[in-house]
């Protein structure tokens, strides 16, 4: 009996939801919940609480006799966690602006809730099309799925091994360099040639070499030549034309890059996006079409794998989410002092544009969530580019010349709706990849969704208290709530901060538009090449050249050494056995899984003692080692794990 029958006959008999799975599911949401804020508040890096929530779960229910349906229900209510957080990419900027002096406990679970709820419900109709009906890769669902598999199968323990294997060399070596801080998380190096700064580097992380082993050599070429064309054009052009007074090559490097060609990068996903739509209308819109045919039909006529919730359900769901949302938006118009036609006209406004442009990027997001994987998808940039439209629309509600006060308070409306369309677009991206795991371990598709509304739920709840805390304890750079606190300990809180910043840059007419011109005109340079590149059989995805130019230099090295390398190895193989391929590519999955577990892992305990302690980097004994030190014994590491990958995964032997 292969993997997959033994999954078939357990989703003939396994329970999926169950009260205990619903406890657990809870406890797992809140305490991931509690690190993701933490780590997003100061460093904008969230991660994807999957893997290591089916890790946590097959470990509680294995002993109640739990089984794999039951076990992915538990991960994909917890995943919630590494989702819904991702408001803090946005949501601080109300604070950071003024116009909030906390995170009021009814609006901000309000924005969550309902963004989140949205998300769950724009992300249904586009399962038949993004899941079932499309060969994306979905790296992080498919690593989720091998988690349960290894768990739960005759077939999947005989790669488990493989994957805790792979799961402790990850985990060991980000203990080392994110814990006790002997090894170099990366190496990165700047030098100017005639006034143009240029910077190379990498990480160290052997999780994003499991991204882009997953991912595939298509996206991670695009990927490169996003990198290319930020890194090896337009740093030095700009920093030679323009150079930054006082500062080294790597900080000039770095500011330019921070300040105008992430600019550049997010108009290329801005196009890439809208394009992404535009090419995925039609099987979109089938997906719906299906799913009201399905509608019509009596349940017991449908497999148990395609019963989403009724379509119908979700529309009049929809529909009634706009109440709320227009209460949301009214109070806040109001409490700003307009009159109930302005107010009025800003709550329509709002509320439409959550609408319509969350579901626009719900879709965007849903298409990287199968390319990329959740933890790699540029959500801030869903932010950035939900702020770009809302600002650009602010004259036409609040009028050109209104007054300073107006146009705070329309920043501050413009960064709400921003929120929500951020949360709908992060749980849209969450639901599809976990519905893809779903798919691979024969799950029941609308019970996924279900709970996955109740996690939002129990996370929109918690996460105020959180943020709360926090922000008293800390406060944010810029924003500190009681005067005499050290700025030295306040969270950065950098997305936010660039969301705000642009936000206010289009609102005071400040913005450098050029470097998004350009970004447009890339753009479709990129959609064209991926357009041709699609017909003759090869896969360039435009959105990820954006991304490349959009996310840290350290980030993209990575993962696309990651996919060169697998794409190497696959070479090496074809050339010395090609019958050994398949049983390779089984090994590769499983190995790069055991990767994002094991550093996932890490991540979540590290972030949990720096949360208790108030200490970032608590456990470092890197005071006794000298930089330079740190940086060979990191280096030399990452190359042993790189060689111990490459030689897995050119051995001719099945698992």
């Known amino acids: 009996m292969d993997a997959r029958n033994e999954i078939a006959t357990a989703g003939r008999h396994g329970r999926e939801i169950t009260v205990r799975g619903l406890v657990l599911g809870a406890v797992i949401t809140v305490a991931f919940m509690a690190a993701n804020v933490y780590m997003g508040l100061k460093t904008g890096m969230t991660f994807s609480s999957s893997i290591p929530a089916a890790l946590l779960s097959m470990g509680a229910l294995r002993l109640a006799g739990g089984g794999i349906l039951e076990n992915n229900i538990v991960q994909t209510q917890a995943s919630a966690a590494g989702t819904l957080c991702n408001v803090i990419l946005v949501l601080p900027g109300l604070v950071l602006i003024g116009y909030w002096q906390g995170f009021p406990f009814w609006e901000t679970s309000l924005v969550c809730l309902i963004g989140g709820w949205l998300g769950v419900a724009f992300s249904i109709p586009l399962r038949r099309a993004l899941v079932t009906g499309s060969n994306l890769p979905y790296p992080e669902g498919i690593a989720a799925a091998e988690v349960l598999r290894a768990g739960h199968t005759e077939a999947g323990r005989g790669g488990l091994s493989t994957l805790l294997a792979a799961a402790a060399g990850s985990g060991l070596v980000a203990f080392l360099t994110n814990g006790l801080r002997v090894l170099a998380d990366g190496v990165l190096t700047a030098f100017s040639i005639g006034g143009a700064a240029f910077s190379i580097g990498s990480g160290f992380s052997l999780a994003l070499i499991g991204v882009g082993y997953l991912v595939g050599i ?61 090419a995925l209308a039609r099987p979109i819109l089938a997906s719906i079409v299906a799913a009201a045919a399905a509608a019509g039909r009596p349940v017991r006529d449908l497999p148990r794998q395609e019963r989403d919730l009724p379509i119908r359900w979700v529309g009049l769901g929809t529909l009634l989410l706009t109440l709320p949302l227009a209460w949301l938006f009214m109070g806040f118009s109001t409490a700003a002092g307009l009159s109930g036609p302005e107010a009025a006209g800003v709550t329509a406004a709002c509320v439409l544009f959550c609408l319509l442009f969350g579901a626009a990027m719900a879709a965007v997001c849903g298409y990287l969530a199968g390319l990329l994987g959740s933890s790699t998808s540029p959500i801030s940039g869903i932010g950035i580019l939900s702020a770009m439209v809302g600002a650009l629309a602010v004259p036409l509600v609040v009028g050109s010349t209104a007054s300073p006060n107006i146009q705070r308070f329309a920043m501050a409306a413009v960064l709400l709706a921003a929120s929500v369309v951020v949360t709908a677009s992060s749980i849209a991206n969450d639901n599809l990849q976990d519905l893809k795991t779903g798919q691979l371990v024969d799950a029941t598709p609308w019970r996924q969704q279900a709970v996955l509304l109740l996690g939002v739920a129990v996370g929109s709840v918690v996460i105020v208290p959180l943020l709360s805390l926090l922000y008293n304890a800390y406060g944010f750079v810029g924003a500190l709530p009681r005067p005499g606190m050290d700025p030295r300990e306040a969270l950065a809180v950098p997305q936010a901060a660039l969301v705000t910043q642009i936000t206010q840059g289009i609102v005071h007419a400040t913005l450098p538009w050029p470097m998004l011109l350009l970004g447009g005109l890339l753009g479709l340079v990129a959609v064209g090449l991926e357009v041709v590149l699609k017909r003759q059989g090869f896969s360039f995805p435009a959105l990820t050249v954006g991304i490349g130019m959009y996310l840290p230099l350290s980030v993209e090295m990575t993962i696309g050494l990651g996919g060169i390398l697998g794409f190497a190895c696959e070479r090496v193989l074809r050339r010395r056995d090609p019958g050994a391929l398949e049983p390779s590519r089984r090994r590769g999955v499983l190995i790069a899984s055991g990767l994002l577990v094991g550093e996932s892992f890490v991540g979540v305990g590290l972030a949990a003692i720096d949360a208790a302690t108030g200490r970032t980097g608590s456990l470092s004994l890197a005071g006794s080692l000298g930089s330079g030190t740190v940086l060979w014994l990191g280096l030399v590491t990452f190359g042993l794990g790189l060689g111990a990958i490459a030689a897995a995964l050119t051995r001719p032997r099945t698992i």
Do not use: K
Not at 228 to 234: D, H, N, P, S, Y
Not at 252 to 264: D, E, K
């Open 218 to 278: 298509g996206a991670c070429l695009a990927l490169l030549t996003g990198v290319a064309i930020a890194w090896g054009l337009l740093v030095p052009l700009l920093t030679a034309f323009g150079p930054v007074a006082g500062a080294s090559p790597g900080e000039a490097a770095q500011a330019v890059w921070s300040g105008q060609v992430r600019l550049v990068g997010a108009g290329i996903i801005a196009v890439g996006g809208f394009w992404t739509v535009a």
